[in-house]
Nanobody, 118 residues
Framework: QVQLVESGGGLVHPGNSLRLSCAVS????????MGWYRQAPGKQRELVAT???????NYADPVKGRFTISRDNAENTVYLQMNSLKREDTAVYYC????????????WGKGTLVTVSS
């Protein structure tokens, strides 16, 4: 099992920044990719950003240029730096980890709420 614990969410005003963290523990071997997803009220969960073990990143169009995903392999932590936050960024943000191949598996954190409001 892999355990993911998000932190860093909270209330932030539009235009400000927030940094989310995802601590990874448990059976952390052979994680091929990690990412951040979000789910706003009344909407489906959507991709925010992903990063592979090789360092390749991918971002959803709404956050390109504003969000940055990174990872600290030594600390088994994934970050999401969110700048220029907008009201539409309000959502529960979930950390995700994937193992590909024969023992393919996907893991999710419980989420951290980000509220962008004035």
């Amino acid at each position: 099992q892999v355990q993911l614990v998000e932190s860093g969410g909270g209330l932030v005003h539009p235009g400000n920044s927030l940094r989310l963290s995802c601590a990874v523990s448990g059976s952390t071997f052979s994680i091929n990719a990690m990412g951040w997803y979000r789910q706003a009220p009344g909407k489906q969960r959507e991709l925010v950003a992903t990063i592979t073990s090789g360092g390749s990143t991918n971002y959803a169009d709404p956050v390109k240029g504003r969000f940055t995903i990174s990872r600290d392999n030594a600390e088994n932590t994934v970050y999401l730096q969110m700048n220029s936050l907008k009201r539409e960024d309000t959502a529960v943000y979930y950390c995700n980890a994937q193992r590909w191949g024969y023992y393919a598996m996907e893991y999710w954190g419980k989420g951290t709420l980000v509220t962008v409001s004035s």
